[in-house]
């Protein structure tokens, strides 16, 4: 039951990530309606966050990310794999790589075919305009003015025009802007960040509207339920850090914007989810959905090199040389800090007769633990790069379970990957890609030995074993609350999960399928669009921004 005593607001949205600071900026936006913004974990004050190289040192730092694990895999050997997810005003946008690209036409127009009137990519281009201050200007694919920061990489890299030679000499174009006509192609990748520093969506976002005094927004609030009066969302239930549990009212909407891995278990432990499963952990059902269910993500393994020479940030790396880095892009968004090594992707199709690509070649530019080194103390590590061919539309699907009824429990993450038939042989085809491309001549300046898999690895058998050995996820978890209007969806066109009244899901589990890209830009998209949605304003024009 809810508390008629509670704190009463229009609006409380659930999780200040990629999309609740779009949906707390756009829905207090007219000074009309209160709007309280929940947040498990602290402000955004982390200097890490801001500096663009400082992403590393906020992959295993439980203070701003939830370092969740999968269970374990049984295709992938029986292994765990590293679930990292932003705990942070921002989100995932505080502690992710910072590369900002879109998906594929093909990808939106799936889902409009899938049930989901309105979200074609015609429908969708306006929003992704809206959301953006690109550096290329106004045009019929970016948008100006906006919020969020898109620039270019500020400094070129000999390798990674080497390596996008390389991609040409294969057959595979260039392409210097993946948001445009089409993404086929090897280039360097746009990036959410500003004058050398991040963009998250607290920095574009949420810090511009925390002056309005009709929004709220709270830190180290652990939201444990979602209060129901039948099959209506009436508020929720949250513990501070402090330990004092508070309940408050949501006279408009409750809005979930947790994300693919903890919306699921919030609607679960409210009764919301599959039928079977709440009643397992005791919870009785209020409205029977498949919660959790189409699970996806990117899996991808790296080919990875030694280098016949130590390369720039090799160099940078040096204690004392770092040190002058991070005080240049904290203070000034200048130098190494301000951008990530290997700022460059390819986007591939394994099959000449495909109609877009199949595979992404995620580069990197360092090793995969590169540490600091003290002259005369530490030896320097051994430089070197990889290609990390990655799957991007996986046929496997997983599903989030809820591990007890204590919200304070991890959820159970299940992927089974590689459980579909064609995910392994199709990613397999995308290393092999990869090599070719590693080995063409344009690699000869900087191509040493070949570490992993190592060159003694070449048959189907031997290459798919070593897959299954290392392969991990994109970070890119989605699909856990899936839109559309049939049996399988969670939620229908408009965000609603179906049967419930005054609650709606904004985040990555909404999506039906995955893109092809990194979802933090389609994150963006679909906040905006459901702030329109639950403004009840008239969508915007397809030709936006053109």
């Known amino acids: 039951m809810s508390n008629p005593n509670a704190a009463r607001y229009d609006y409380v949205i659930v ?63 029986g292994r765990r794999i590293s679930q990292p997810r932003g705990k942070v005003l921002g989100g995932s946008s505080s502690i992710n790589g910072l590369v900002y690209i879109r998906g594929q036409r093909e990808d939106f127009d799936s889902w409009r075919d899938a049930g989901n009137p309105g979200w074609s990519y015609d429908d969708l281009l306006p929003y992704f305009i809206r959301s953006e201050d690109h550096f290329l200007g106004a045009g019929p694919w970016h948008g100006q003015g906006g919020p969020v920061s898109v620039s270019n990489q500020t400094e070129p890299h000999p390798l990674c025009d080497a390596f996008i030679a390389a991609g040409e000499a294969s057959g595979c174009p260039r392409n210097d802007d993946f948001n445009g006509a089409a993404q086929e192609g090897f280039g360097y990748y746009h990036t959410s960040s500003r004058r050398g520093i991040r963009c998250s969506t607290a920095t574009a976002y949420l810090k511009p509207a925390r002056s309005r005094r009709n929004l709220s927004v709270e830190t180290g609030a652990h939201v444990t339920r979602v209060l129901m009066q039948g099959t209506r969302a009436t508020g929720v239930e949250f513990v501070r850090d402090g330990g004092d549990t508070v309940q408050v009212a949501a006279d408009r909407e409750v809005i979930l914007a947790a994300g693919a891995f903890n919306t699921p278990p919030l609607l679960m432990l409210s009764g919301i989810g599959p039928a079977a499963h709440l009643r397992e952990m005791g919870i009785k059902p209020v409205a029977d959905l498949p919660v959790g269910k189409n699970l996806q993500d990117h899996l991808a393994s790296i080919i990875f090199f030694e280098r016949r020479d130590n390369g720039m940030f090799h160099h940078d790396m040096r204690i004392d040389r770092m040190a002058v880095s991070m005080i240049r892009a904290y203070f000034f968004g200048t130098g190494p800090g301000t951008v990530v090594p290997g700022g460059l992707h390819a986007f591939v199709k394994t099959r000449p007769e495909l109609a877009v690509p199949d595979i992404e070649f995620m580069f990197r530019g360092a090793p995969a633990q590169p540490y600091l080194w003290f002259p005369l103390l530490r030896p320097a590590y051994a430089d070197g790069y990889g290609i990390r061919p990655t799957l991007l539309h996986p046929d496997s699907r997983g599903e989030i379970l809820l591990r007890s009824r204590d919200p304070r429990d ?137």
């Open 15 to 77: 999780g200040a990530g990629s999309a609740g600071c779009v949906l707390a900026n756009r829905l207090s936006a007219s000074g009309r309606h209160s709007v309280l913004l929940l947040e498990a974990g602290p402000r955004d004050t982390n200097p890490w966050i801001h500096i663009p190289l400082g992403y590393g040192k906020l992959f295993n730092n439980p203070k701003v990310n939830w370092l969740y694990q999968t269970d374990p895999e049984p295709q992938l050997n």
């Open 410 to 546: 991890p959820p159970r993450i299940v992927y089974n990957f590689f459980t579909a038939p064609d995910d392994l042989p199709r990613l397999r085809e995308g290393f092999k890609r990869a090599r070719d491309v590693a080995y063409q001549k344009a690699m000869e300046p900087y191509r040493g030995k070949e570490v992993s898999p190592g060159p003694a690895v070449k048959t189907d058998a031997e290459i798919d074993a070593w897959l299954k050995r290392t392969a991990i996820t994109a970070h890119h978890p989605c699909g856990t609350c899936a839109m559309g209007t049939g049996p399988d969806a969670v939620t229908d066109p408009e965000l609603r999960p179906r049967g419930v009244e005054g609650l709606r899901v904004v985040d990555a589990s909404v999506m039906p399928d995955l893109v092809s890209a990194h979802i933090n830009a389609c994150v963006l998209m679909i906040a905006e669009k459901a702030s329109d949605i639950i403004r009840g304003k008239t969508p915007l024009p397809a030709d936006l921004g053109a």
